[in-house]
């Protein structure tokens, strides 16, 4: 019987040269299906552009596509290419409520001024160096809505992905008029000044989440074998810092896959955080969704052959069925190492992308069977 897990990884813009050739994305997802991968992330969204020819920035924002790629559509030629392999698509929006990065909020609030988040002084909400939309506002959420569902409409793909960005909004953030007087009509005093109040935490994580539920409905709404892929950062640290509510979102069923970043560079970090998943956030009936994120290369940061087959080898222990990597050329340096110790090991033995089903399946028969293989280990290490 095959294997069903989630063997994914991103592709990014940023330190990739993916995306600069037809040439280099057929490559790339040649060398992803013979490594033993069945899912890519391509980045759709970043920048305050968009990988795809799209009316709607055009119509919006004058701007068709990420200007490097004028003349080109390579979500269209990953779509191409990755089905030629039989490699499944789930497109990345990265940059989500972010408007840019170090750019002052960029050609988005340059032109849409009134979109503008603003934290407790009223100045341009920033954070790491990104500066946001206003999550909060009705009409920024129906264009990021729009942008997702005209990829949807237009592309062959198999779900859609948001991330720490999307839904995500930094705890700062939260005090233009607008807002501030939802709150007002609501409780009848203005927002506190402290932005790690407890209701006013959840007051706006509440209004994500209803995104989120929208967004779910109309993507399922166009096909319903669709995946709601998100990747947030670790829950309670997302909460408090970005409004993330990911344990709701998952017993309101808002999601199909949900990749945490669980982005440690040693194995025992990885492992705490693993626990902490399973034991207190993920339950029976959620497991089947986990497959973490992993940092495979962060600037001249890549992981360890050991680290990556412990991590790997620990998340099947705990029932685990996948995992995400972070990013692709990390798997390129050194004459294809890491590839070549996923090919040679875990990955050997091909895997079949799980459907719906398999995602919503209970935890008790992956328990069983990862402590079979448990079992099993054992044995072979005492004879």
Same mark, same amino acid.
């Given at each position: 019987m095959a294997k069903v897990e989630i063997r994914g990884v991103w592709l990014p813009t940023t330190d990739s040269k993916v995306f600069n050739s037809r040439e280099n994305i057929a490559q790339a997802m040649d060398f992803l299906a013979q490594t033993g991968f069945n899912v890519v992330f391509p980045v759709v969204w970043n920048k305050g552009a968009t990988m795809y020819p799209s009316q709607l920035m055009h119509q919006t924002f004058n701007t068709e596509i990420n200007p490097q790629f004028v003349g080109r559509d390579p979500l269209a030629e990953v779509v191409t290419e990755a089905r030629r392999v039989g490699l499944k698509i789930i497109p990345w929006f990265e940059? =989500?409520?972010a408007s840019s990065y170090n750019l002052n909020g960029g050609q988005l609030l340059a032109k849409?001024?009134?979109?503008?988040?603003?934290?407790?002084?009223?100045?341009?909400?920033?954070?790491?160096?990104?500066?946001?939309?206003?999550?909060?506002?009705?009409?920024?959420?129906?264009?990021?809505?729009?942008?997702i569902l005209e990829v949807v409409k237009n592309y062959?793909?198999?779900?859609?992905?948001g991330d720490d960005r999307l839904p995500a909004f930094p705890?700062?953030? =939260?005090?233009?008029?607008?807002?501030?007087?939802?709150?007002?009509?609501?409780?009848?005093e203005n927002p506190p000044k402290n932005f790690k109040d407890g209701r006013w935490l959840q007051w706006r994580a509440d209004i994500l989440t209803e995104f989120l539920a929208r967004l779910y409905q109309e993507v399922?709404?166009?096909?319903?074998?669709?995946?709601?892929?998100?990747?947030?950062?670790?829950?309670?640290?997302?909460?408090?810092?970005?409004?993330?509510?990911?344990?709701?979102?998952?017993?309101?069923?808002?999601?199909?896959?949900?990749?945490p970043q669980i982005y440690r560079?040693?194995?025992?970090?990885?492992?705490?955080?693993?626990?902490?998943?399973?034991?207190?956030?993920?339950?029976?009936?959620?497991?089947?969704?986990?497959?973490?994120?992993?940092?495979?290369?962060?600037?001249?940061?890549?992981?360890?052959?050991?680290?990556?087959?412990?991590?790997?080898?620990?998340?099947?222990?705990?029932?685990i069925s996948g995992e995400v990597f972070f990013f692709y050329e990390g798997l390129r340096e050194e004459n294809n190492a890491l590839?070549?110790?996923?090919?040679? =090991?875990?990955?050997?033995?091909?895997?079949?992308?799980?459907?719906?089903?398999?995602?919503?399946?209970?935890?008790?028969s992956k328990k069983r069977s990862s402590i079979g293989q448990r079992l099993l280990r054992f044995l072979k290490n005492i004879v």
């Open positions: 940059y =989500g409520f849409k001024p009134e979109w503008t988040a603003r934290d407790s002084q009223g100045n341009l909400l920033k954070k790491n160096g990104f500066e946001w939309l206003n999550a909060l506002d009705p009409e920024v959420q129906d264009f990021m809505l729009n942008i062959d793909v198999d779900g859609i992905q705890s700062e953030g =939260g005090y233009d008029r607008e807002t501030q007087e939802r709150y007002r009509q609501q409780f009848g399922k709404a166009i096909n319903s074998n669709l995946l709601i892929s998100i990747t947030p950062n670790i829950h309670d640290w997302a909460y408090k810092e970005y409004l993330q509510d990911s344990p709701t979102w998952l017993k309101r069923g808002l999601v199909d896959m949900i990749h560079r040693d194995f025992l970090s990885y492992k705490s955080i693993i626990d902490k998943l399973v034991n207190e956030q993920f339950t029976d009936n959620t497991l089947s969704k986990l497959a973490p994120g992993i940092l495979m290369k962060i600037g001249s940061y890549r992981i360890s052959s050991q680290h990556l087959l412990q991590a790997i080898e620990y998340n099947r222990d705990c029932g590839a070549e110790v996923l090919r040679k =090991g875990p990955y050997a033995q091909s895997a079949v992308f799980p459907s719906l089903l398999d995602l919503n399946q209970d935890r008790v």
